[in-house]
């Protein structure tokens, strides 16, 4: 009897890539935590009975993109026309721009337009009104625009009740660009209880529907009242007279989210490899290569009861390392120090790590794209790595 022979190394099956083998620093994202986050938003604007129109500035992503709407393109929101431009080439043909238009920006929006592309922009003045009633005049196109109302303070619009709001509604309305009001309730970035965020989705939905309202009483056709962030979202108990609910966030989540108790640090998406590159036991730190530049420098959770510097710090499999905090940042070093006089964990030079972001549209916009892996399937060392989701814009 003949032994069947072994097979030899060159015929084996390539072991799948793991979060051992790229450069550092990558971006990583689970896709379990993303399609999870995912749904628990979309169940709850089922109930709540309003359509959602994603913001897709966070991942800037077609694969995550796609997660959204079951595969096919629907309605999205963008904050910047190359966001646009890339999403349209992907088939996306509802598009919102939910940035103050530049009036010089107008012939891009012009030329999406003439491809088939519904992009609304986003206006406060009757400045940028004429500009966009002009060049829809000039193209022969209706380009919709939508009126930013103020419900918080926070940044840009007009407050409900400001006496040019029906004067800037004319404005689009006599063009055929009135398409209706949006409205983005931004203090609710700092609004730590659960109460605080309920009273911030009731403000930014009586807001914005004071305001269509009132374009209503003067005769004006408001088909659109949008609202929406991923705080409010996520607490909105009645969003009556609201056609759109926007939030973008959500999909990933972040340190900023957790600590405001929108997420658990479970639901966390988005998180950066980084190497163990040195040791200065006698300022008790490690340094890795992944700073400012692969984090970003935001320090949302500064202003939070819990302080998480640039970022919580996990083994390679996602497992929370008790009191390890990324408390400093240069633009291509980390420094983890252990919180609260903790012994600094012993991790030799090598050791690679993942950091968990404070904010992860920023921490996201430092990389072109995501290794994926899949939390759901248990592993007792590098996670596999199941795709490469390419950012569409910006390189």
């Avoid at 006496?163 to 800037?168: D, N």
């Avoid at 998480?308 to 009191?323: E, F, H, K, N, R």
């Amino acid at each position: 009897m003949t032994a069947t022979p072994s097979p030899s190394p060159s015929t084996l099956a390539p072991a799948a890539p793991t979060l051992a083998g790229p450069d550092t620093p990558f971006a990583v994202v689970d896709v379990h935590r993303t399609r999870r986050n995912i749904a628990r938003l979309r169940a709850r604007a089922d109930r709540l009975g309003v359509p959602l129109r994603p913001h897709v500035k966070t991942a800037k992503s077609l694969d995550a993109a796609a997660l959204l709407h079951d595969g096919t393109p629907g309605p999205v929101t963008v904050s910047t026309l190359a966001e646009a431009e890339a999403f349209a080439d992907a088939g996306y043909t509802d598009i919102t721009y939910a940035v103050g238009i530049d009036p010089r920006k107008l012939p891009r929006v012009i030329a999406l337009s003439r491809r088939g592309v519904t992009l609304r922009v986003l206006l406060d003045s009757a400045e940028q009104a004429r500009c966009v009633a002009a060049a829809a005049g000039e193209a022969g196109i209706a380009v919709p625009a939508q009126i930013e109302i103020d419900c918080d303070g926070h940044r840009g619009g007009l407050k409900p009740d400001d006496p040019e709001l029906t004067g800037i509604g004319r404005i689009l309305d006599d063009a055929g660009c009135l398409d209706g009001v949006l409205t983005h309730a931004g203090e609710s970035y700092f609004a730590p209880t659960d109460e605080e965020r309920c009273v911030a989705a009731r403000d930014e939905r009586d807001s914005a529907v004071a305001a269509a309202g009132r374009l209503r009483a003067d005769g004006l056709h408001v088909p659109t009242v949008s609202v929406g962030s991923t705080p409010t979202a996520h607490a909105a108990d009645d969003l009556a007279g609201v056609t759109e609910l926007r939030a973008g966030n959500y999909v990933f989540f972040d340190l900023v989210m957790a600590g405001l108790g929108v997420c658990a640090l479970d639901d966390l998406a988005l998180s950066v490899a980084v190497t163990v590159i040195g040791h200065r036991p006698e300022y008790g730190r490690l340094i890795t290569d992944g700073g400012w530049m692969a984090m970003s420098r935001d320090r949302g959770t500064a202003a939070q009861a819990r302080d998480q510097g640039y970022g919580l710090v996990a083994d390679l499999s996602g497992t929370l390392i008790p009191g390890l905090v990324m408390t400093a940042a240069s633009q291509e070093h980390g420094t983890l120090t252990a919180r609260d006089g903790a012994p600094l964990p012993a991790l030799p030079v090598g050791t690679r790590l993942r950091v968990l972001p404070n904010h992860a549209c920023a921490t996201a916009a430092q990389h072109r794209g995501y290794h994926v892996v899949d939390g759901s399937r248990s592993t007792a060392g590098a996670p596999a790595i199941e795709a490469f989701w390419p950012r569409v814009t910006g390189w």
